[in-house]
C-alpha cells in the first residue's frame, strides 16, 4: 500500500508536465504532500532558543517553551510561554490558527494575572524583536498559500523542488516566498521572502534535521537572515517530544494563566 | 485572619513536606525615584522620594504540572511615607488540575475585566493603593477557587475569607485623600465586620469573535465610603467597608484591528442601587509607515449614574490614549493617555514607557498630571501632586 502511494506521488511530481499539470497544480501538489507527510503528530513539546544579532553584533537571548497540538481539520493549537528575558517570565501565549478564517490568540500577562484576547491581523509583524514574524512561525496550512512549481534545483547534498507561494492573506509581509523542498523528504531546505515591494527581504536557512516517531522531520536549526537590516536569528530546537497526550484542555484560558 | 493563616500554613506544609524536590525562584528588586512638580496642597506632605521594592516568586510542579505550588511575596520600602512601606504575600497558594475541574487554596491574585482606562469588574483582589493611584496592583486575597470547565463555558466559585483593607498614604504622604484615611479605624457594614466571608462566581465563554463574562459578588466592598471624624484635634476620614452585592457583565468582541470593550456592573448595598459602565474600543494600526512598530488608539467611555454623587471621579468621562509597540529587541513600549470629565472639565493625563536595557535590567517611566481639575471634583486633592517617576529594576 505504501509502495502504491510512493509511486503515486513520484508520479505525481515528476510526471507531471507528461499529465499536463499547470505549474500551478505541480506546486500546490507538492505543498499537498508535504502536508500529508507532516500530518498525525499528535501533539509535540519543544525548547526553543533564540538568539537575536544586530548587524554590530550586539545579542539578545530568548527562552521559549512550545506545546502544539495537532487539531483535525483545522490549523494547529499552540502555547508559547517564556521563561527568558526575565521580565516576561511567565508571559504565555496561547494560538488557534484556522485553514481560512482568522487566527484567535491569547496572551496571558502574569503580573496583573490578566488574560487578553488580543487581534491576530499583526501578521507581518515581529515576534519578540526578531526577525521572525507572526506569520513565520503560526502553523503552515496548505490553504493560507497558492503554489507554483518553478523547477529543479541541487541543494545541498539533495536535489529540491523550486516552489513559490504567494500569501492569500493580503495583510501578509510579503509578496511571495520562494521555497526550496528537498524531494526525498519534503522537508524545506530554504526560504527566500520578498517584501511587499517585491524586494528581497530574508533568507530563512533549516539545518540539522532530526527525525521523530520514525516520520516527522524537524530542523533543530533555522537561521533566519534580514538582508534589509543586516539582522539575524538563530532558532535552536531542543528536547522536541511527541506523543505527550496533550488534549484540548492544555490549550485553554485556564491552562494559559497556569503556564509555567 | 485566623483561618487565612490556617489555609496558607496547611498548603505550604503538605506541598513542602511531600514534595520537596527542587522548584525555581525569580522574581525583580528595584529602585524608584518620584519627583512632585509642585508644592503639596499640605506642609505636612512629602517631596520628592525614593523607594525600593522587591518580589520574588518560587514556583513548583509535580505530577506532570497537574499540581502546583505557588509562593510571592512582595516588599516595598519607601523613603518617605511609613505607610507606603509594606510587606504583602501576593500569593501562597496550591492548585490541583483535573479534565473538567481545578481547585486553588490560599492567597492568590484574580484578574476580571477587559477594559483599559478603569477596572470596574475586578473585584476578588483589594486594591494596592500605595503602590499605584490606577488600581492596577493588588493585595494577595486568601481563597478556595473551584474552577468548572464545561464545553457551555467555564464557572469559577469563590469562597473569600479573610477580607483586606485597602492600603492608603500616610499624613505624609503624596497623592491621598484631602484629609488622611484613618486606616486603624475602619468600619464594616457587617456584624461580621472583617471576619465575613465573601462569595463569588464567574461564567466565561469564548463565542467565535466575543468573549463573554458574567459575575457576582456578595460580600464585604473592597472600595470603601469615608467618614469624616476628628482624630487628636484633626480631621480624618474613617474607611466604612459596606456588604454589596455586585452584579457584572464583561464583553469583547475582537474584529479584525478592532477591539470592542465593554464592563458594566450593577451594586446594591453600596448607598442606593447604581450602574456603571465603560465601554469603548481599541483599534490597532500594525507597522506604521513601513516601521514594524505598531499604533494603538484605545477610546473608552466612563459612567456612573449616581453622577456628581458618585464615589469615583470618573462618573461620565472619556479616555483618549495612544499605545506605541516598538516590537524590538528591548521591548519598548508607551502608553500614554487623558481622562476628560465631561461634565466640569478636570483632566487627568499619563505616561508610561518602559525598555528593557540588556538581558536583566528594565527601566519605567511613568508621569501623571492633573489639570483644570474643578473645586468638586475628588480628584481636587491630587492637584498639587503631579509626578514624574523612574523605576529601574533588576530581573533575576
Known amino acids: 500500500m505504501k509502495l502504491i502511494k510512493l509511486v503515486l506521488v513520484i508520479c505525481l511530481a515528476y510526471s507531471a508536465t507528461v499529465f499536463g499539470l499547470t505549474p500551478e497544480e505541480q506546486g500546490l501538489a507538492i505543498a499537498k504532500e508535504a502536508d500529508k507527510r507532516d500530518t498525525g503528530f499528535g501533539d509535540s513539546k519543544a525548547d526553543l532558543t533564540m538568539l537575536l544579532k544586530n548587524r554590530h553584533g550586539e545579542e539578545s537571548i530568548r527562552y521559549i517553551r512550545l506545546r502544539t497540538l495537532e487539531v483535525d481539520g483545522d490549523g494547529d493549537k499552540s502555547m508559547s510561554i517564556f521563561d527568558r528575558p526575565r521580565d516576561v517570565k511567565g508571559t504565555a501565549f496561547l494560538s488557534f490558527t484556522h485553514k481560512t478564517d482568522s487566527d484567535d490568540q491569547w496572551l496571558y500577562l502574569p503580573a496583573l494575572k490578566r488574560v487578553k484576547r488580543i487581534s491576530s491581523r499583526n501578521k507581518s509583524g515581529s515576534f519578540m524583536g526578531s526577525e521572525f514574524a507572526y506569520e513565520d512561525l503560526s502553523s503552515q496550512e496548505i490553504e493560507k498559500y497558492t503554489y507554483k512549481y518553478i523547477k529543479d534545483e541541487r541543494c545541498g547534498d539533495s536535489d529540491c523542488f523550486v516552489v513559490e507561494r504567494y500569501p492569500v492573506d493580503e495583510l501578509s509581509g510579503y509578496t511571495r516566498q520562494v521555497a526550496w523542498i528537498d524531494k526525498k523528504e519534503y522537508r524545506p531546505y530554504k526560504i527566500v521572502f520578498y517584501d511587499r515591494k517585491n524586494a528581497l527581504l530574508k533568507t530563512l536557512t533549516y539545518t540539522d534535521y532530526q527525525q521523530y516517531l520514525g516520520r516527522y522531520w524537524r530542523a533543530d536549526k533555522m537561521f533566519m537572515e534580514n538582508h534589509q537590516t543586516g539582522k539575524t536569528t538563530l532558532l535552536s530546537w531542543k528536547d522536541y517530544k511527541f506523543g505527550n497526550g496533550l488534549s484540548e484542555r492544555d490549550f485553554d484560558r485556564n491552562s494559559l494563566k497556569r503556564a509555567r | ?396
Open chain 2, 1 to 396: 485572619m485566623r483561618l487565612r493563616l490556617l489555609f496558607a500554613l496547611s498548603c505550604l506544609s503538605c506541598s513542602i513536606s511531600l514534595h520537596a524536590a527542587e522548584g525555581e525562584w525569580s522574581g525583580y528588586l528595584a529602585g524608584e525615584w518620584k519627583a512632585f512638580l509642585s508644592a503639596p496642597l499640605s506642609d505636612e506632605q512629602h517631596g520628592d522620594t525614593t523607594s525600593m521594592s522587591a518580589q520574588a516568586e518560587y514556583y513548583k510542579s509535580w505530577n506532570n504540572r497537574k499540581q502546583s505550588f505557588r509562593f510571592t511575596p512582595f516588599l516595598r520600602i519607601d523613603g518617605r511615607d511609613n505607610q507606603r512601606s509594606h510587606f504583602d504575600v501576593r500569593e501562597l497558594n496550591w492548585t490541583t488540575v483535573h479534565d473538567s475541574w481545578e481547585l486553588t487554596a490560599g492567597i492568590g491574585k484574580v484578574f476580571w475585566g477587559v477594559t483599559e482606562s478603569q477596572h470596574l469588574v475586578d473585584i476578588i483582589n483589594q486594591t494596592d493603593l500605595v503602590e499605584s493611584i490606577d488600581g492596577e496592583e493588588k493585595l494577595g486575597q486568601a481563597m478556595l477557587k473551584f474552577s468548572l470547565v464545561q464545553d457551555w463555558g467555564n464557572v469559577d466559585l469563590f469562597i473569600l475569607p479573610g477580607f483586606r483593607e485597602r492600603t492608603f498614604p500616610s499624613r505624609q504622604g503624596r497623592l491621598r485623600t484631602a484629609a488622611a484615611v484613618a486606616v486603624n479605624q475602619a468600619e464594616y457594614g457587617s456584624s461580621h465586620g472583617r471576619d465575613n466571608v465573601d462569595a463569588a462566581i464567574r461564567w466565561t465563554k469564548t463565542l467565535g469573535d466575543w468573549d463573554v463574562g458574567v459575575s457576582h459578588f456578595s460580600g464585604t466592598s473592597r472600595e470603601p465610603r469615608f467618614k469624616p471624624a476628628l482624630d487628636k484635634g484633626r480631621t480624618v476620614l474613617i474607611p466604612i467597608y459596606d456588604t454589596i452585592d455586585q452584579t457584572a457583565l464583561e464583553l469583547q468582541a475582537t474584529k479584525d484591528d478592532w477591539l470592542w470593550k465593554l464592563e458594566m456592573v450593577s451594586r446594591s448595598g453600596f448607598g442606593n442601587r447604581y450602574t456603571a459602565a465603560t465601554g469603548g474600543f481599541e483599534y490597532t494600526l500594525y507597522g506604521i509607515a513601513d516601521s514594524g512598530i505598531d499604533l494603538g488608539l484605545i477610546a473608552e467611555y466612563l459612567y456612573d449614574d449616581r453622577n456628581k454623587s458618585a464615589t469615583t471621579p470618573f462618573e461620565d468621562d472619556i479616555f483618549l490614549g495612544a499605545r506605541l509597540a516598538f516590537n524590538d529587541a528591548a521591548s519598548s513600549e508607551l502608553l500614554a493617555g487623558i481622562i476628560m470629565d465631561l461634565d466640569d472639565s478636570s483632566r487627568v493625563m499619563s505616561i508610561e514607557a518602559s525598555r528593557r536595557l540588556g538581558d536583566s535590567w528594565k527601566i519605567n517611566l511613568e508621569g501623571r498630571f492633573f489639570s483644570n481639575i474643578d473645586r468638586q471634583n475628588s480628584l481636587l486633592s491630587f492637584d498639587k501632586d503631579d509626578f514624574v517617576q523612574i523605576e529601574l529594576a533588576w530581573y533575576f
